[in-house]
């Protein structure tokens, strides 16, 4: 299994860009990295996956770097409404091991 | 769409007694999970079913954690006799395939042993 290690809280404001890196040095070469959100008193809730260079959706971006060392989920323009934890996971599609979460980074958006 | 169904939300019990929730996946979804999520960690895989079968489940504490997913829709986890270090939120997931990382979780069952 590859271990993640992410801060463990950060601070932003309102409108801004917020980056939350994850570092994972022994992915293996099969592994995907994947992002979930967790508000307090509710079940994670699924951000973006991939596996290499950028991934965007509808509401993060995911940039993964050549050598797959450490991967930065991107929000933009934050709102209260986006203080939550989130959990970086590494690891097999498909395989129950890539489905353990870490400690997670507690984002917290102030006003 | 109906989401993630897990009653009862809330239970309170003592120690040595015993603990049974429910979960009812998103229709059609083949795959169930159970996790434990003690406060301040991240949640934790107790069990994974495809269907009615497990997948995985060596880090279910077997000498007091069972589940059940008989009919490969809804299922079950029960706990006995319970422990005070089992106080946590149980959260049941289930996605459309095993292939997938993106999870739909529940709102969870929080267990309190005094």
């Known amino acids: 299994l590859a271990k993640t290690t992410q801060p463990i809280s950060m601070d932003s404001y309102e409108g801004q860009e917020v980056n939350i890196t994850c570092s994972h040095n022994n992915i293996a070469t099969n592994d995907y990295i994947t992002w979930y959100q967790q508000f307090p008193s509710q079940g994670p809730r699924f951000i973006i996956q991939g596996y290499k260079t950028k991934v965007t959706n509808e509401v993060a971006s995911l940039f993964i770097p050549a050598d797959r060392k450490s991967s930065t989920l991107s929000l933009p323009r934050v709102s209260l409404s986006d203080t939550a934890v989130y959990y970086c996971?590494?690891?097999?599609?498909?395989?129950?091991?890539?489905?353990?979460f870490g400690s997670g980074t507690q984002l917290t958006v102030l006003p | 769409e109906a989401g993630v169904a897990q009653s009862p939300r809330y239970k309170i019990i003592e120690k040595r007694q015993s603990v049974a929730f429910w979960c009812n996946p998103i229709?059609?979804?083949?795959?169930l999970y159970w996790y434990q999520q003690i406060l301040g960690q991240g949640p934790k895989l107790l069990i994974q079913?495809?269907?009615?079968?497990?997948?995985?489940d060596s880090q279910l504490p077997k000498d007091r954690f069972s589940a059940e997913r008989l009919k490969g829709v809804d299922s079950t986890l029960k706990i006995q006799p319970a422990k005070l270090e089992d106080s946590a939120v149980y959260l049941c997931?289930?996605?459309?395939?095993?292939?997938?990382?993106?999870?739909?979780f529940g709102e969870g069952s929080r267990l309190t042993v005094l």
């Open positions: 229709s059609g979804h083949a795959t």
């Open positions: 079913f495809q269907n009615n079968g497990v997948v995985d």
């Open positions: 996971l590494v690891g097999v599609s498909g395989s129950a091991r890539q489905l353990t």
């Open positions: 997931a289930s996605s459309q395939t095993r292939n997938t990382g993106e999870l739909f």
